[in-house]
């Protein structure tokens, strides 16, 4: 498993609350948002890792699978993400600019 660093939000890429990098193979999440909010961006970013490993390809498909399974393990983490990210318009352009190009 990779290592987790806690990190503040200016050092995080764009508005992404956790990374997972698989040329660094780390978890990165922002030190900044709600522990219980933490916990499920690391089992979505755990999902990632896990995805990654298992060579399962697909943007869309990724990020739907690492929020179902994220959200099943820690549903009140997943809902306060949904909250923040409904009320953050970066957080939006991003997903609508990853859906695009398929990043």
Not at 12 to 29: A, H, Q
Not at 33 to 38: G, H, L, N
Not at 58 to 77: F, M, Q, Y
Request: charged letters at 25%; glycine letters at 8%; hydrophobic letters at 40%.
């Amino acid at each position: 498993m990779y290592p987790v660093k806690y990190i503040p939000k200016e050092e995080m890429i764009d508005e992404y609350f956790g990374l997972c990098s698989y040329n660094k193979k780390t978890i990165f999440i922002r030190n900044d948002i709600p522990k219980y909010i933490q916990i499920f961006v690391l089992a979505h970013e755990r999902q990632h890792e896990k995805d990654y490993k298992n060579g399962i390809k697909g943007t869309l498909w990724l990020e739907i699978r690492a929020n179902v399974l994220g959200g099943l393990k820690h549903p009140i983490g997943f809902i306060g993400c949904i909250i923040l990210t409904i009320f953050t318009f970066k957080r939006w352009k991003l997903y609508i600019k990853r859906i695009v190009k398929g990043k």
